[in-house]
């Protein structure tokens, strides 16, 4: 699915999207179920708290190719420094794929949305 056409059908019931391009995701806000609020009373996501699991995270095709690519620089990364750090690198770039991999196994057309 295209970028702005998922943003248009996402959109459609009046929610409000919101782009998170630093965790690589589009934030589907609704306020009930927002991990980043602390009371869950504000009227917007806090983008810098992003919880990975947040069922309010909506990933387009896109995104998943930059968790591969981030994951790909992350290893890249572990590969030149010691023990401790390498390992902390390379679980975070796993997490990453299977965030990639997640949306894989998820994703739907806007064809298959709109049927
Ligand atoms: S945790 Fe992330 S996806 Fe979830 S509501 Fe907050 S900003 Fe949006």
Redesign the pocket.
């Known amino acids: 699915m295209k970028h702005a056409l998922a943003r248009r059908h996402l959109a459609r019931d009046g929610s409000v999207l919101?782009d998170?391009p630093r965790?690589l995701?589009?934030?589907?806000?609704?306020?009930d179920?927002?991990?980043?609020?602390e009371d869950g009373r504000l009227s917007e996501?806090?983008?810098d708290?992003?919880?990975p699991d947040?069922?309010?995270?909506?990933r387009t095709d896109r995104h998943a190719v930059g968790l591969r690519e981030r994951a790909k620089e992350l290893e890249i990364e572990a590969s030149h420094v010691p023990g401790p750090l390498a390992q902390r690198g390379l679980a975070a770039a796993q997490k990453l794929r299977e965030q990639a991999d997640e949306h894989e196994r998820t994703r739907f057309t806007y064809e298959e949305a709109s049927s």
């Open positions: 919101y998170n965790a995701l589009l934030c589907l806000f609704r306020s179920r927002a991990p980043c609020q996501p806090i983008l708290r992003c919880v947040c069922g309010n995270i909506v």
